[in-house]
């Protein structure tokens, strides 16, 4: 089992930064690969960023290609996503999740934390 807690989420203008953070527990960190998904109002859940847990290879959706960058750190069990340059459109509950395998669809995760609320203003 691994149990996943989402924090960091919040009000912010358009065009400012948040970061994201992800605490995970249970096995091993390292090996799991770890993403983030988001889900606005009305939509359905979309793929955000991936990171595998060796080599720590990432990618990212289009709309948030070079603005949001994905990292973890496997000695502290973290997962982050450094948001910049903050849309309005990017307003959504942030969840991230952990699978063993590498994805970019969210039901193929087996792990998933409670979200985080992110709203940008404009």
């Known amino acids: 089992q691994v149990q996943l807690v989402e924090s960091g989420g919040g009000l912010v203008q358009a065009g400012g930064s948040l970061r994201l953070s992800c605490a995970a527990s249970?096995?091993?960190?390292?090996?799991?690969?770890m993403a983030w998904f988001r889900q606005a109002p009305g939509k359905e859940r979309e793929f955000v960023a991936v990171t595998r847990g060796i080599g720590m290879t990432t990618a990212y959706a289009d709309p948030v290609k070079g603005r949001f960058t994905i990292s973890r750190d496997n000695s502290k069990n973290m997962l982050y996503l450094q948001m910049n340059s903050l849309k309005p459109e990017d307003t959504a509950v942030y969840y991230c999740a952990a699978r063993r395998y590498y994805s970019v669809y969210d039901h193929n995760y087996d792990y998933w934390g409670q979200g985080t609320q992110v709203t940008v203003s404009s």
């Open positions: 249970g096995r091993i960190f390292s090996g799991y690969v």
